[in-house]
C-alpha cells in the first residue's frame, strides 16, 4: 500500500475540486492510502473514503520557507512532516510554491551526494501524447558543470518513469546546436555531459528546436535558463490562442469556418494542454514531493496525483540515490 500526503488547501479555485480529484483517483487506485490534510468543513466529503487530518491554518500564497516552517498547524506543513516522519510516501501541494519546495527541502533534506534539489516538469511536444521532460525549471538561480550533469540524471530517471522512454535522449540547452556554443558554464557542462555514462548525452539544443524535435526526450539547463524558457513558451501557446480566438470572431464566415476546423482545434488543444501533466516534481531530496498547479481543477489534480503515485510505485527516490551513487 502506497501512502501519499495530499494538502488540500491553499489552491485558486478552493478545495472542493481537489476533494473531487481524491475520490477519483481513488477510485481507480485500491494499492493507495491518502493522508488529505485541510480546515475541518472542507474535509467533510473524504471522511469514510480516506484518512483525514484536521489543519488550522492555509498558508498563503507569498509564503516562504520561513513562513511555513513556522506554521505548524498548516495544512502544508502537516502535509510535509507527515513524509519526514514516515507517515507518508510523498506528499502533493497546490499551495505557494517558493514556500512548499523550499520547506520541503529544509523538512526532508537533500538526497546524499545531490549538491541541489531540481524542479522537474514534462512540456507536451508537436506529436500527440510526446512529452519533453525539464529541468531545472525553477528551483534554482544559479547552478554548477556537477549540478547539471546531476540533474541529467535524475531526469532520465524521471523521463522513465513518467514518460515512458526507455533509454531518454538527454539534451542541454544553450543558445546553439555546436559544442562550442554557450555561456563558461554550457561549454563546461557540455564536456561533463559527454563524459557521464549514466545517460544517453546528445548534445546542445537551441530553444527553438526544443519542442518541435520529436527525438528530444530530456532538457537540462540552470534554474534561470530553464524558468525563462518554460514561460516564454506558456505565454507564446496564450499568445497564439488569443489570435486564433480572434481570427474566428472577426465575422460570420469566419465563424462558420471555425465549425469545420473546431475538430483540428481541439485535437491541437489537447497536445497542448498542460492538466495532463499536472504539475512539476522536485528531484533529489528525501521524499516524493510534486508541486500541483496553483489554479488546478479536478482534472489538472487528478493527473498530479497521477505523478505523485508513478513516482512512488517506482520507488523514485531509491532510484536516484543509485544513480547519484
Known amino acids: 500500500m502506497y501512502a501519499m500526503a495530499v494538502d488540500i488547501m491553499g489552491g485558486d479555485n478552493g478545495s472542493q475540486p481537489l476533494v473531487d480529484a481524491i475520490i477519483k483517483f481513488l477510485k481507480k487506485h485500491d494499492d493507495v492510502h491518502i493522508i488529505a ?16 487530518i484536521e489543519a488550522k491554518d492555509v498558508v ?6 520561513l513562513d511555513v516552517l513556522r506554521m505548524k498547524e498548516s495544512s502544508m506543513m502537516k502535509a510535509i512532516t507527515l513524509v519526514k516522519e514516515g507517515k507518508a510516501n510523498g506528499v502533493v501541494s497546490c499551495g505557494s510554491t517558493g514556500g512548499f519546495l523550499a520547506s520541503s527541502t529544509i523538512s526532508l533534506k537533500m538526497i546524499k551526494g545531490v549538491k541541489r534539489a531540481a524542479l522537474v516538469t514534462a512540456m507536451p511536444l508537436q506529436e500527440k501524447g510526446k512529452y519533453v521532460t525539464l529541468l531545472d525549471c525553477g528551483a534554482n538561480i544559479e547552478n554548477s558543470c556537477e549540478e547539471l550533469s546531476q540533474f541529467a540524471v535524475m531526469g532520465s530517471l524521471y523521463s522513465k518513469v513518467v514518460c515512458n522512454i526507455k533509454n531518454p535522449r538527454v539534451y542541454l540547452l544553450s543558445n546553439g546546436g555546436e559544442d562550442e556554443k554557450g555561456t563558461t558554464l554550457i561549454k563546461e557542462a557540455n564536456k561533463v555531459l559527454k563524459e557521464n555514462t549514466k545517460i544517453n548525452f546528445i548534445g546542445n539544443i537551441e530553444a527553438r528546436e526544443a519542442i518541435l524535435d520529436k527525438n528530444v526526450d530530456v532538457i537540462v539547463a540552470d534554474g534561470f535558463s530553464g ?9 507564446t501557446a496564450k499568445y497564439f490562442s488569443k489570435l486564433i480566438k480572434d481570427a474566428f470572431k472577426k465575422n460570420i464566415f469566419t465563424k462558420i469556418g471555425y465549425l469545420f476546423s473546431k ?19 522536485l528531484l533529489g ?6 508541486k500541483a498547479h496553483g489554479n488546478s481543477d479536478a482534472q489538472s489534480f487528478e493527473s498530479a496525483l497521477n505523478v505523485l503515485y508513478k ?15
Open 37 to 52: 490534510v485541510g480546515q475541518k468543513e472542507q474535509l467533510e466529503r473524504l471522511k469514510g473514503i480516506c484518512e483525514t
Open 60 to 65: 498563503p500564497m507569498t509564503a516562504g520557507a
Open 285 to 290: 531530496v528525501n521524499g516524493v514531493v510534486v
Open 311 to 325: 513516482m512512488i510505485k517506482n520507488d523514485v527516490v531509491n532510484e536516484i540515490k543509485k544513480g547519484i551513487e
Open 227 to 235: 524558468n525563462v524558457f518554460l514561460k516564454s513558451i506558456e505565454g
Open 263 to 281: 475538430k483540428g482545434i481541439d485535437d491541437m488543444k489537447k497536445t497542448m494542454d498542460y492538466k495532463s501533466v499536472g504539475g512539476a516534481l
